[in-house]
């Protein structure tokens, strides 16, 4: 029997209570859960949170973690970039937020996408839909896609979320990537890794243009 591929999860975390319900439904809710190996870059307030994330003993093995003071945290990239220095060989890479809920079988579907795509270097990337904790997800959800917007009063190009009223009977071509949930082969991490110097304003378009300088091609 072949081996089926892996996926490496990077999650940044500041002081997120639903950090550990996201991990334990992600795991729960994967086709095979054995291949999904997670890396967290969990940023706590001393005296108030700890700095060791409670991971369910069955998952330990998989969840692999980086804990810092907040006063130590440089921002969002510099949390991803210190989630990715976990990554172990896995053959995909999927870039979450630390508060999300998982349909059943999003590993298979996300891998079923990605191919799907008429790409050699693609990327399946959007804003997630919402959910109410503990575990309700969002009834029909529409496809949230990130398109330019040039209102800004200096003249600086920003983003808007764009609804689309039908999603697409396959991968959509896009331009903007977010990293809030983003999948690709991991070869992503050895040529985009994420730029710790970059604290939070712009991080999506400074993270789409590298994508594009690179070959990547982004699909919703």
């Not at 029997?1 to 550990?20: H, L, N, T």
């Not at 799907?116 to 949230?144: G, Q, R, V």
Request: hydrophobic letters at 35%.
């Amino acid at each position: 029997m072949s081996k089926e591929p892996s996926i490496f999860v990077q999650i940044p975390a500041y002081r997120d209570s639903e950090s550990i319900p996201t991990i334990v439904n992600m795991l729960t809710q994967a086709t095979i859960p054995q291949r999904v190996y997670i890396g967290v870059c969990w940023q706590y307030k001393p005296n108030e949170e700890s700095d060791l994330l409670a991971i369910p003993d069955e998952y330990i093995k998989q969840v692999h973690y980086l804990s810092f003071p907040v006063d130590q945290s440089k921002g969002v990239t510099w949390a991803r970039h210190q989630a990715q220095q976990m990554y172990n060989g896995e053959d995909y890479t999927l870039m979450i937020d630390s508060h999300m809920r998982f349909v059943n079988g999003w590993d298979e579907l996300l891998i079923k996408q990605l191919k799907a795509c008429n790409s050699k270097k693609p990327i399946i990337t959007y804003h997630p839909s919402a959910y109410i904790p503990p575990h309700k997800l969002e009834k029909n959800p529409k496809l949230t896609i990130l398109c330019a917007n040039y209102s800004n009063a200096a003249g600086e190009i920003r983003l808007r979320g764009e609804v689309l009223d039908v999603t697409p009977p396959t991968p959509l071509r896009g331009a903007f990537a977010s990293p809030a949930l983003l999948f690709a082969s991991a070869k992503l991490l050895d040529e985009v890794p994420s730029d710790p110097y970059l604290y939070f304003e712009q991080e999506e378009i400074c993270f789409s243009a590298r994508l594009f300088t690179h070959g990547w091609d982004v699909f919703h």
